[in-house]
């Protein structure tokens, strides 16, 4: 099922694609990486294997367009950067001092999805019993920052970081900027506020020890270190526990 996701309080649509298991289980998975909502497909259009397995076990999938992906980009004036304000002077606070960052704004995104599926009845069906979110890509600390803000309304999120930070941006254009993103500990303290609560994580190397010592305190930490080509596998199956 096709459609968007309106936000009222603050005019915004999210295109969605929605895949319904036969026998529902209760649990949702939002599947998120930098191809928006055909981040559910391979390039033949066939649903990717993991995606499927998902299904099969029972467990509704919700694919979408953050902000500047997908459907957005139809649109001219974006480009899947930060939009700066219209002034000959390159001057990163003319753009930042007043208006969100594109990190930020997707982060929103993901938290309108939470929120709805926590709070809203999905068709004939009610409210999920689990709300699980996958971020890949680019996406990945865009979830874990979401996740940071949005607690236990995401029963379990999936993020693979790719070892990103954000001291390494040089671009003030760069869609992952995000103003003070290096100086709270960058991606390691993203990490870090997510616990106590269940947490899948690829990409990170000891140099997250704030992390491992958040999560010491109480709450589930699982850190993926098998081969790439069954990193989203094994999150899927994380998933679906």
């Given at each position: 099922m096709t459609g968007y996701l309106n936000n009222k309080t603050h005019g915004e649509s999210l295109p969605v694609i929605w895949l319904y298991p036969k026998d529902?289980?209760?649990?949702?998975?939002?599947?998120?990486?930098?191809?928006?909502?055909?981040?559910?497909?391979?390039?033949?259009?066939?649903?990717k294997a993991e995606v499927m397995e998902l299904v099969k076990a029972g467990t509704a999938v919700m694919g979408a367009d953050l902000f500047a992906q997908g459907d957005f980009l139809k649109d001219?004036?974006?480009?899947?950067?930060?939009?700066?304000?219209?002034?000959?002077?390159?001057?990163?606070?003319?753009?930042?001092g007043y208006n969100h960052?594109?990190?930020?704004?997707r982060a929103h995104d993901v938290m309108t999805m939470a929120k709805f599926l926590k709070t809203a009845k999905i068709g004939s069906h009610p409210q999920p019993s689990s709300v699980g979110v996958a971020g890949f890509g680019s996406v990945g600390p865009v979830v874990l920052a979401a996740r940071a803000l949005a607690g236990d309304a995401i029963d379990r999120a999936v993020v693979d970081t790719q070892g990103f930070r954000f001291g390494k941006i040089l671009d003030?254009?760069?869609a992952m900027f995000l103003p003070g993103g290096s100086k709270y500990l960058d991606?390691?303290?993203?990490?870090?506020?997510?616990a106590p609560h269940?947490?899948?994580?690829?990409?990170?190397?000891?140099?997250?020890?704030?992390?491992?010592?958040?999560?010491s305190k109480g709450g589930n930490m699982a850190i993926f270190k098998g081969e790439a080509s069954s990193k989203t596998a094994d999150a899927a199956r994380w998933l679906a526990k």
């Open positions: 529902w289980k209760g649990k949702v998975v939002v599947w998120l990486d930098d191809a928006g909502k055909n981040s559910l497909y391979n390039a033949d259009k066939t649903l001219k004036k974006l480009s899947g950067q930060n939009r700066t304000v219209a002034n000959p002077r390159e001057f990163a606070g003319y753009t930042y960052p594109l990190f930020a704004q003030y254009k760069d991606v390691p303290g993203l990490l870090a506020l997510n269940a947490l899948w994580v690829a990409g990170e190397t000891a140099e997250s020890e704030v992390a491992s010592n958040a999560y």
